[in-house]
């Protein structure tokens, strides 16, 4: 199975701030990664899907980049509603989740 | 309006079972391979479970696998969750996803929006 390492688990910023999570996975999934937002009590929402593609509708503030085994999700500048638990998850072999990174203020 | 519906949690025993209801609206199922997720209570993700277009691929998480089985049907654009066996682990928000590109694997773009499933003697 793959396995899908986040870091870091939790990460604390301020608005204005550049954020960046990584996500690695066991072993090489190519391109076949997506990144989600989560808020308390909400299903989660696609950010970006194929390691770097912005869902419509998504701030451009959102990026991803990476492919192989080391990705990377970018905030280039956080905002108010951006405070939520972010997951990474692979689509190569089956689907596997990362185990979140909490961004609080 | 493109949605998914979640219906069928509750509390249940210990070794009960439960039929999970997802109904889709807005676009066709059938076009769509789709999965079933779960969340524990204040825990991460966990994919558990998807199935091909026209059911010919299911596969399950090793936590589920002989317990859970998936289906759908596509005529009443449902897609089902049968849980057998349920332990107290099992016990987390399930939701149901579509992947986002026609007929292949891919990120999900549509969730539901959960439905509990609580396992307690």
């Known amino acids: 199975d793959i396995q899908m390492t986040q870091s870091p688990s939790t990460l604390s910023a301020s608005v204005g701030d550049r954020v960046t999570i990584t996500c690695r996975a066991s072993?090489?999934?190519?391109?076949?990664l997506a990144w989600y937002q989560q808020k308390p009590g909400k299903a989660p929402k696609l950010l970006i899907y194929?390691?770097?593609s912005l869902e419509s509708g998504v701030p451009s503030r959102f990026s991803g980049s990476g492919s192989g085994t080391d990705f990377t999700l970018t905030i280039s500048s956080l905002q108010p509603d951006d405070f939520a638990t972010y997951y990474c998850?692979?689509?190569?072999?089956?689907?596997?989740f990362g185990q979140g990174t909490k961004v609080e203020i | 309006q493109v949605q998914l519906v979640e219906s069928g949690g509750g509390l249940v025993k210990p070794g009960g079972s439960l039929r999970l209801s997802c109904a889709a609206s807005?676009?066709?199922?059938?076009?769509?391979?789709m999965s079933w997720i779960r969340q524990a209570p204040g825990k991460g993700l966990e994919w558990i479970s998807y199935?091909?277009?026209?059911?010919?691929?299911?596969n399950f998480a090793d936590s589920v696998k002989g317990r859970f089985t998936i289906s759908r049907d596509n005529a009443k654009n449902s897609l089902y969750l049968q849980v057998n066996s349920l332990r107290a682990e099992d016990t987390a928000v399930y939701y149901c996803a579509r992947d986002r590109r026609k007929g292949i694997i891919s990120a999900f773009d549509i969730w539901g929006q959960g439905t509990m499933v609580t396992v307690s003697s």
């Open positions: 194929d390691a770097s």
């Open positions: 998850q692979q689509y190569d072999t089956y689907r596997t």
């Open positions: 072993q090489s999934i190519s391109s076949w």
């Open positions: 199935i091909s277009t026209g059911s010919s691929y299911t």
């Open positions: 807005g676009f066709t199922l059938s076009d769509y391979y």
